[in-house]
């Protein structure tokens, strides 16, 4: 296949990836402030605590990366909550060990939203409706 080929599938990965990662993101937030999926460890989350602030942030910022509006900022602001996350949460742990201290998906989230804050949303995302460069 050549390189111009694959270029072509490029943008579509990159929706692909946006809209595959911000589900799993956003049912984060979800199970924080509304217990869809219930998880017994968020049962009386307090809203105005650090974690109801991070489900707010999971499920808004979740959903508007899934639907690819302000893609960009969106992203950089959800990377930074993860680097933050895996710092207080886990890095504590085992610093540069994520399988042992539990931190993959905070690392991974914290990357992906990075290179999405740089990359942008790719083919399907809403912010190409308001664009001039599709």
């Not at 809209?19 to 937030?29: D, E, K, N, P, V």
């Not at 105005?48 to 602030?53: N, T």
């Not at 990377?79 to 991974?108: D, R, T």
């Amino acid at each position: 296949m050549s390189l111009s080929n694959q270029n072509r599938f490029q943008p579509i990965l990159l929706a692909i990836l946006r809209i595959t990662s911000a589900y799993m993101f956003m049912l984060h937030g979800t199970a924080k402030l509304f217990a869809i999926p219930h998880l017994e460890m968020f049962d009386g989350l307090q809203l105005l605590s650090l974690y109801g602030f991070a489900g707010i942030l999971e499920a808004v910022g979740g959903l508007l990366l899934l639907l690819g509006l302000f893609t960009r900022p969106v992203a950089f602001i959800l990377s930074g909550q993860m680097a933050v996350a895996y710092f207080i949460a886990h890095a504590a742990k085992a610093p540069l060990l994520p399988l042992v201290n539990g931190g993959e998906a905070a690392a991974l989230f914290c990357f992906i939203f990075l290179y999405l804050s740089a990359a942008g949303g790719g083919s399907w995302a809403l912010d190409n409706k308001h664009s001039k460069t599709n």
